[in-house]
């Protein structure tokens, strides 16, 4: 019998120390999904986004051109911003005592104090590095200047680059949704890296997917990634009539439509369909939680008829995103176990394996998190 690999350690999946590692080595240095572009179109606009215990606050500024900073205050440290996102005409302005921010990070008022007792020009919020590709905003916590955004996503292995193709910069989002899981963000992950879970965990999805009813992420005879919608659906829903525009790269193609899934290192998802594309980020959110952001997104035709509702498309997702959920809240209960020292990877787990060697090498020679493998 094949010498069996071996999954992360159970301390992986639960500890603060494993935690401490995975904030420094992979969440302050790797570029991170935050949201849509669109969410701040305009000057004034900005988005706050919470990675592992970091606030940041991505911002449109007059010029026109997003930035990104740190959410903390340079008086006394104070966060700034404890909305969402929202929208300011000139600057932000911190709550504690009411120190104001131009939209490019310029501090700009300080109320009470001496007008030359403090050098604003060193004085900027501390900026983070951000970038977009196709109407996704990227941040990155690194110190230094990290390998650029599009160089980084060429890397991956579920090529989330040849998705631009149905037209993603040009879409639209029709709903965004939250959710909180009991579960360390690694288990998400992996879980999202294999369908042998899918015939018992997701009876509704086998049948909308109908090659994932041999538990494999990847459909006999086709060889790019995609998977064949049953039934003549253009979109991932229950109801096979269900018809939205197609994604502008996809129009003219009235023939059979597939779902592809990527996987953007180290928080993405991003599953294309014929006709909506989802948007996932996970959030970290501790130890043995995180937080899914999910944002739905269409083509803009859809928007242009007024009896649009994404409610099929939405539904189905947070039915197959629950039973996930609840599956890896599971796994969350088992690993922390003093019995689970380390789980086996069967071949069909591969991508799985392939995402715990992408991790191992961001947390290589650290202490405490060996690789497995020998
Ligand atoms: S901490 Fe922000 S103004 Fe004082
Ligand atoms: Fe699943």
């Not at 994932?212 to 459909?219: N, Q």
Request: overall charge negative; aromatic content about 10%; glycine content about 6%.
């Amino acid at each position: 019998m094949a010498e069996i690999r071996k999954t992360l350690p159970g301390a992986a999946y639960h500890s603060t120390e494993t935690y401490a590692v995975d904030k420094e080595r992979v969440f302050y240095r790797n570029w991170i999904y935050v949201g849509r572009e669109e969410r701040v179109a305009r000057p004034g606009a900005w988005l706050r986004a919470e990675i592992a215990d970091e606030s940041v606050l991505v911002v449109r500024g007059k010029d026109e051109r997003l930035r990104a900073f740190y959410n903390v205050c340079r008086h006394r440290g104070s966060r700034i911003c404890d909305d969402e996102q929202g929208e300011v005409r000139t600057h932000l302005r911190c709550p504690y005592h009411a120190w104001g921010y131009a939209l490019d990070g310029t501090l700009v008022t300080t109320p009470m104090i001496e007008k030359d007792e403090i050098d604003r020009e060193s004085t900027s919020l501390w900026p983070v590095h951000v970038e977009v590709w196709e109407g996704f905003v990227f941040v990155n916590l690194s110190r230094e200047t990290p390998v650029p955004l599009l160089e980084s996503l060429a890397e991956h292995p579920d090529d989330p680059l040849a998705l631009a193709r149905v037209g993603l910069a040009q879409l639209r989002t029709g709903h965004v949704s939250t959710i909180d899981v009991r579960a360390n963000w690694k288990i998400v992950i992996e879980n999202y890296n294999e369908c042998l879970h899918c015939p018992t965990v997701h009876p509704e999805l086998v049948s909308v997917l109908p090659a994932y009813k041999k538990g494999s992420i990847f459909e006999d005879g086709r060889d790019d990634g995609g998977v064949t919608l049953a039934d003549g659906r253009t979109t991932v829903a229950l109801d096979p009539r269900l018809r939205l525009p197609l994604l502008p790269g996809l129009k003219g193609d009235e023939g059979p439509q597939s779902y592809y899934g990527a996987l953007v290192y180290p928080t993405m998802f991003l599953d294309v369909d014929g006709s909506s594309a989802l948007a996932t980020a996970v959030f970290p959110t501790g130890p043995q939680s995180c937080r899914l952001v999910t944002e739905y997104l269409f083509s803009p035709e859809a928007f242009d008829d007024p009896a649009f509702d994404p409610k099929p498309v939405v539904e189905f997702n947070e039915l197959v995103t629950r039973q996930d959920n609840e599956a890896c809240e599971r796994v969350q209960r088992g690993v922390t176990s003093r019995a689970f020292e380390h789980g086996v990877f069967p071949a069909k787990d591969s991508w799985v394996h392939l995402f715990d060697q992408r991790y191992l090498r961001d947390v290589e020679d650290h202490p405490g998190i060996e690789r497995q493998d020998s």
